[in-house]
């Protein structure tokens, strides 16, 4: 099993570019996460999903927008990328349920995006 | 909405010192909570959580936390800290109503020194 995989690992864009993260999970997992980590602010949730075809905003959803068309994949873009967004961005999956041994997070090894 | 403080951003220690790292949030109904650590140049790993029960958890590495519902707090504790232990420590707080909302602090530092 690959897990939760993050694609691309590394990108540089300029002010006004727009790109699309993917995050793919093979665990069958119903609940996925997006999260950007900065120094000195620990994980933020930008937006997550309980299911298909659901999308939820987190603490920081500003600028971004999210897709969960396909239950393993849940895509973050940025329309139009802004120097703020400079981050490293983590995705992550878990089973559904409250208060059960399974509910713990899986995360991918996260992408590093620089915006110029 | 649930939020979670750790007041701690960087901690110095020797090795074989004991640890104990703060964690606060804040939510009036009930919630899970959770510790994970990064390893440099890792992605995060559960350490421990709490669901119910026993206030005191115990978790991987040496590692527990006592959850103090008066206190809102879930304090991380290790009697005996080694070099390996280097690493970030996020505190993480879901509401159990909306359990899906995993909420995360600001991560303290933990630096130990051979």
């Known amino acids: 099993n690959a897990g939760v995989t993050q694609t691309p690992k590394f990108r540089v864009l300029k002010t006004g570019q727009s790109m699309t993260l993917l995050c793919a999970q093979d665990?069958?997992?119903?609940?996925m996460y997006w999260y950007r980590q900065d120094p000195g602010m620990g994980l933020r949730l930008i937006h997550y999903?309980?299911?298909?075809?659901?999308?939820a905003k987190g603490e920081v959803p500003d600028g971004y927008n999210v897709s969960r068309l396909k239950k393993q994949n849940f895509l973050l873009g940025l329309e139009s990328a802004a120097p703020s967004q400079t981050s490293v961005y983590f995705c992550?999956?878990?089973?559904?349920?409250?208060?059960?041994?399974?509910?713990?997070?899986?995360f991918g090894s996260g992408t590093q995006l620089s915006v110029l | 909405a649930q939020s979670v403080s750790q007041h701690n951003h960087h901690v110095i220690l020797s090795e074989a010192a004991s640890l104990e790292l703060g964690c606060n949030y804040s939510?009036?109904?009930?919630?899970?909570l959770f510790w994970y650590v990064q390893y440099p140049g890792q992605h995060l790993q559960l350490l421990l959580k709490?669901?119910?029960?026993?206030?005191l958890v115990k978790g991987i590495k040496g590692f527990e936390a006592e959850f103090i519902k008066s206190k809102f707090s879930f304090n991380l504790r290790k009697p005996s800290v080694q070099w390996s232990d280097t690493a970030e420590y996020f505190c993480?707080?879901?509401?159990?109503?909306?359990?899906?909302?995993?909420?995360f602090g600001s991560g303290t530092r933990l630096s130990i020194r051979p």
């Open positions: 992550a999956s878990r089973t559904a349920g409250q208060g059960t041994t399974n509910e713990k997070l899986f």
């Open positions: 665990m069958n997992h119903e609940y």
């Open positions: 999903s309980v299911g298909e075809g659901t999308t």
């Open positions: 939510y009036g109904g009930t919630v899970n």
């Open positions: 709490y669901f119910s029960g026993d206030p």
């Open positions: 993480a707080v879901a509401a159990y109503s909306s359990a899906s909302k995993i909420i």
